[in-house]
């Protein structure tokens, strides 16, 4: 433990830890170049063989940057794209931004610190910055967004510049120090641990992006959605948010286990895709399977879905083309089961369906969506915590789909249950709500 992570621990004053001098290096979950070939000819590449923990250089940080001492951060699917180097090795992303030059050029290095999500401290900031200051506890954005770009003053989300932070930088969030662009950061709602604040940013924004923000499908009373993959974390944010917005959210899981677990958190209307055949391994025309889900919702609900929600891609998009009705959406993003979509244009074309693609979200859109935290109507959904030492198993379940939520790993903080700053709203809020996934999942790995 160096000077400066004990200082943190210790609630250093702001002065207090001004004073205390940056390690030479720290701790990090990260890659290495030398084995982005380990998994070649492999159908099983494990992610706990190439995810390692050790130290990395502490780098230099620029005019417009805060380095933050990571208390928590949390498994998102892009950790697992990253350590199985698919579709392409992290280290392309890393050489293409280093040649921008000047401080670009840090990124590209032998070694990748990944994670593109995060709770902690500010340590120090940058001559540049003046929103934030050290002490501030925080929440990071995935979104690495460059100000100088004309489209980032529109929606960031458009700029040809904005990349994932941790994904497609370096220096990410599975660390003891993040290294981060000021745009990236909002105040940690203060009633939350820090495990579960670290869990809060990407998938829910993304989620609110994708259903209520202005660039997405823009839910109303009444709707039904369709949620694929909903006990995941995109999936979990969006029930809540379809719910909260006086819709009528329709979950689709993989398990009968998950699908119980989400009733007991209030989510009345989860189907079992194995129940109607669907994932069972037979072939099957999306027409047909697409006719089953249909005749499923119309008998839960009595009609069909305004909205499908679908970050699950090319196994499912296919059939939420079918199943959206006449005049609605399928909003996608993330595409876990591959980017390579399929469907019958006749029922996007001839039923007047549209397509929305979403990516992330914008910072005004992220500062909407953990205001909602602030006012307890959104739940985090952190199911289990890890060490940073064991993130790799944190990973390898993300991986395997044997996850129900969020996935969230202890960086800095010795333990869980601690960052809160306001007691009182916590227990207004009620633990019972906001430890409610937890205690549906059984012990938290510590």
Same mark, same amino acid.
């Given at each position: ?58 780098? !230099? ?80 954005? =995935? ?51 820090? !495990? ?8 829910? =924004? ?26 995941? =974390? ?122 929305? =693609? ?6 005004? !859109? ?26 790799? !198993? ?53």
């Amino acid at each position: 433990m160096d000077a400066l992570h004990e200082a943190v621990l210790a609630r250093a004053t702001p002065e207090e830890l001004l004073r205390t001098p940056l390690p030479r290096t720290y701790r990090a979950a990260h890659l290495r170049v030398e084995d982005v070939a380990v998994f070649a000819g492999r159908e099983d590449k494990d992610v706990r063989e190439s995810l390692r923990v050790g130290d990395v250089p502490m780098p !230099e940080l620029a005019p417009d940057e805060v380095l933050v001492a990571m208390m928590a951060s949390s498994i998102n699917y892009n950790t697992v794209w990253s350590a199985t180097f698919e579709p392409m090795p992290t280290f392309t992303f890393l050489k293409r931004l280093g040649r921008q030059g000047g401080y670009a050029a840090r990124h590209d290095q032998p070694y990748h610190v990944i994670g593109s999500d995060g709770s902690g401290v500010v340590v120090r900031v940058g001559a540049g910055v003046r929103r934030w200051k050290v002490g501030d506890h925080v929440v990071l954005s =995935g979104a690495y967004v460059d100000d100088q770009d004309p489209a980032t003053h529109s929606d960031a989300m458009l700029s040809g510049t904005q990349l994932a932070w941790g994904f497609e930088t370096n220096f990410g969030g599975l660390a003891h120090y993040g290294v981060v662009r000021a745009s990236q950061l909002l105040p940690k709602p203060a009633h939350l641990t820090w !495990e579960e604040a670290s869990a809060i940013t990407l998938c829910a =924004g993304t989620s609110y992006r994708m259903l209520v923000g202005e660039h997405g499908a823009r839910i109303k009373q009444g709707d039904i959605v369709l949620i694929w993959g909903a006990a995941g =974390g995109l999936g979990l944010y969006a029930l809540q948010l379809v719910k909260n917005a006086g819709g009528i959210p329709v979950g689709v899981v993989g398990s009968e286990r998950k699908a119980e677990v989400l009733r007991r958190l209030g989510f009345e209307i989860v189907i079992n895709r194995q129940e109607i055949g669907l994932g069972s391994g037979e072939q099957q025309s999306v027409v047909e399977a697409g006719k089953r889900l249909g005749r499923r919702i119309r008998q839960e609900v009595g009609e069909d879905p305004h909205v499908v929600f679908d970050p699950i891609g090319r196994s499912t998009f296919g059939i939420s083309v079918f199943v959206a009705r006449r005049g609605g959406a399928v909003v996608t993003c993330g595409s876990s089961t591959g980017y390579v979509h399929e469907f019958d244009n006749r029922y996007l074309w001839m039923h007047l369906k549209r397509i929305i =693609g979403s990516h992330v979200a914008n910072l005004q !859109e992220k500062a909407e969506c953990i205001r909602l935290f602030d006012l307890g109507h959104l739940m985090p959904m952190v199911s289990s915590v890890h060490p940073l030492d064991a993130v790799g !198993e944190a990973a390898r379940s993300v991986q395997n789909n044997e996850h129900i939520g969020k996935v969230a790993v202890l960086c800095m903080a010795p333990g869980r249950g601690l960052g809160v700053t306001d007691p009182d709203r916590r227990a207004r809020i009620g633990e019972g709500r906001l430890l409610a996934l937890e205690r549906e999942c059984g012990p938290v790995v510590t």
